[in-house]
Structures are given as structure tokens and as C-alpha cells.
């Protein structure tokens, strides 16, 4: 474990979630939450279908990338009943500048429940306390309004829209842009009422 992520041993807890390093045992589990054409379409790096090979890859590489200190990559687990509900994940840091991106994802069955919000609001505590980081970053597709709830529940400040930024499908597509300080970071309110992904 690199000396930078020392401060972050064992997993972290909130209300409803614990955030814990994904496990070679997670491999099946991760690929049956992830594997959905919503979440690969609003997603970078994620591809559908997801298979339990991704996942047994995805789980490797973030080990190495935790040991380097390229990366932080979480599992949120609800803690009632000890199931995978999503990821959240730290990359792009620039140590120099104490900075880092933040990305995530909720399995549609749990969509709506504010996962999400508390996941991001949790890592984004730890990250400012104990990683030091002073500015938290992250883009959606202008599509994903979802995603820019999530941010603006917790604080983050909608700063400008990169055009042509990133490359996905054989086309080029605009960036919400999105930071937070850590004056800026706002506990998420509960969610109102309990909604199922259609
Ligand atoms: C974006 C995402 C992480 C939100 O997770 P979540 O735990 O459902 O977050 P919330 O419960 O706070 O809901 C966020 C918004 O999702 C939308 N939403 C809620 N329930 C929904 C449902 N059943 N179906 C579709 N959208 C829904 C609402 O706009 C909600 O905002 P609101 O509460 O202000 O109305 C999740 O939709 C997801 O995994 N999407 C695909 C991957 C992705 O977009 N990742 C982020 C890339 S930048």
C-alpha cells in the first residue's frame, strides 16, 4: 500500500453504506450489479455486457493502482444486507496539487435511494481529511442529469462545460464540469420516498 493511501486501511462507514476495497470473491457479484446498458452508456470505462472476467480485471488492476497511488476505487456495500449496491471511485490525482476526479455508479435496482450522494459525500470527507486533497473534480455527459443531481446534493458547483471533450461511440461529446472544496461539501438530505428503476 502506498505510503499517500496509509490513511485508508479499512473500509469507511456512513448511515447506510460501508465503503470497502473490492475482493477477488466481489468478481461475480460486481459483474451482475454493473452489467447494464444504462450505466455503460452514462460511464467512460464500463462496458456492456459486463462480464465476471471485467470484473476480476477491474479488481486487479485498481490493487495495483491503490499500491501506486493512482487510484482509490470502492465498493459501496448497504450495510443491512451486505450486498454490493454500487462503486465510487477516486483517479486522475495530481498529488502536486492535492487533487483528484471522483466517479461513480449505483446498480439500477437501487437507483433513487440517494446511494449515490452518500457514497460520494462519504469519500469526499475522507479524501479532504485524510488524504489532504483540497478540489474534488468531475464531468458527466450533458445527458446525465441523474449524475448532476448526485454532485449538486453534495455540494459540488457546476463550473463549465468542456466541448468535444471526450471520444465515445465514434463521436465526440461535451463535458459537465463539475468541483468541489472542501467549504463547498454538503451532507445529502435523505431521500424523499423510495422509487424502482423501471
Ligand atoms: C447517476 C447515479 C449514480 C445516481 O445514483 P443514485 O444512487 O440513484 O442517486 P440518487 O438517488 O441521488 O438519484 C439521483 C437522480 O437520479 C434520478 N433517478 C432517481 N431514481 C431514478 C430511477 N428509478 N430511474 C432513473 N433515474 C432516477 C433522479 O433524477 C435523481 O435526482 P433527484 O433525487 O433529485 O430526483 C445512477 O443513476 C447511475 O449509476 N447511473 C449510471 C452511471 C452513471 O451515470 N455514473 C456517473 C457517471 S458521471
Known amino acids: 500500500m502506498t505510503r499517500r493511501f496509509r490513511a485508508i486501511r479499512g473500509p469507511v462507514r456512513s448511515g447506510r453504506l460501508l465503503l470497502r476495497f473490492p475482493r477477488r470473491t466481489d468478481a461475480e457479484e460486481i459483474a451482475a450489479a454493473v452489467s447494464d446498458r444504462r450505466i455503460a452508456r452514462a460511464t467512460l470505462n464500463i462496458p456492456f455486457p459486463?462480464?465476471?472476467s471485467d470484473a476480476?480485471?477491474?479488481?486487479?488492476?485498481?490493487?495495483?493502482?491503490r499500491e501506486r497511488g493512482e487510484g482509490l476505487s470502492l465498493l459501496m456495500v448497504e450495510r443491512s444486507s451486505g450486498q454490493i449496491v454500487g462503486g465510487v471511485s477516486l483517479f486522475a490525482f495530481d498529488w502536486d496539487r492535492s487533487k483528484a476526479e471522483i466517479g461513480y455508479w449505483v446498480t439500477p435496482s437501487a437507483w433513487g435511494q440517494g446511494f449515490a450522494p452518500e457514497a460520494v459525500h462519504l469519500l469526499a470527507r475522507v479524501a479532504f481529511?485524510?488524504?489532504?486533497?483540497?478540489?474534488?473534480?468531475?464531468g458527466t455527459f450533458e445527458f446525465n442529469s441523474a449524475s448532476?443531481?448526485?454532485?449538486?446534493?453534495?455540494?459540488?458547483?457546476?463550473?463549465?462545460?468542456?466541448?468535444?471533450?471526450v471520444r465515445k461511440g465514434g463521436r465526440w461529446h461535451n463535458t459537465v464540469m463539475y468541483?468541489?472544496?472542501?467549504?463547498?461539501?454538503?451532507?445529502?438530505?435523505?431521500?424523499r420516498a423510495r422509487r424502482v428503476a423501471k
Open 50 to 52: 459486463y462480464h465476471q
Open 179 to 191: 468541483g468541489l472544496l472542501p467549504s463547498d461539501l454538503r451532507r445529502p438530505k435523505p431521500p
Open 129 to 138: 481529511r485524510d488524504l489532504k486533497l483540497h478540489r474534488i473534480a468531475a
Open 56 to 65: 476480476l480485471r477491474f479488481i486487479i488492476r485498481s490493487r495495483r493502482r
Open 148 to 165: 448532476g443531481r448526485v454532485l449538486l446534493k453534495t455540494g459540488f458547483v457546476r463550473e463549465g462545460l468542456a466541448r468535444r471533450d
